[in-house]
Nanobody, 126 residues
């Protein structure tokens, strides 16, 4: 089983920055895709960003393009989400997610990610 633990969330003013981390442990897979999703109160969980195993391919939601950057360090089994120019509408619980092994294509639906972390709260004040 794969365990994912997020960290780095918090309260920040609009225009500020945060970096989220997600550490994977347990039965970690190689050549998987790692992603970030978020869920605001009363809304469905939505795709934010994802990255392939090699890091050569990334994908972002339109709402975060140019402001968020996803990266990963496979030696540390960790994926990061650098967030800049944060807006109040970025306020949500942010979840790390992982696919199974040998996944080459980035997909954006929650159903494609069988492994999830517990989430970390990001609050952006205006």
């Amino acid at each position: 089983q794969v365990q994912l633990v997020e960290s780095g969330g918090g309260l920040v003013q609009a225009g500020g920055s945060l970096r989220l981390s997600c550490a994977a442990s347990g039965r970690t897979f190689s050549r998987n895709v790692m992603g970030w999703f978020r869920q605001a109160p009363g809304k469905e969980r939505e795709f934010v960003a994802a990255i392939t195993w090699s890091g050569s391919s990334t994908r972002y939601a339109d709402s975060v393009k140019g402001r968020f950057t996803i990266s990963r360090d496979n030696a540390k089994n960790t994926v990061y989400l650098q967030m800049i120019s944060l807006k109040p509408e970025d306020t949500a619980v942010y979840y790390c997610a992982a696919t199974g092994p040998n996944t080459r294509v980035i997909l954006t639906t929650t159903q494609r990610y069988p492994y999830w972390g517990q989430g970390t709260q990001v609050t952006v004040s205006s």
